[in-house]
């Protein structure tokens, strides 16, 4: 299961490294989209692992 975030929110908040933290800790997985663009911008299973798709 994905935690969908809008991109801006992710930019804004998620990128901190202290939520970085806390997301790999707790093994989350998110699915990052540009609801302008109406598209998904990033796949996260952990902050070191990431793959784009565009």
Do not use: G, W
């Amino acid at each position: 299961m994905y935690l969908a975030i809008n991109q801006d929110v992710y930019n804004d908040f998620f990128t901190n490294r202290f939520i970085q933290e806390l997301i790999a800790e707790h093994q989350l997985k998110l699915l990052i989209f540009d609801a302008v663009q109406e598209e998904i911008s990033l796949f996260c299973q952990s902050p070191k692992s990431t793959s784009h798709k565009k």
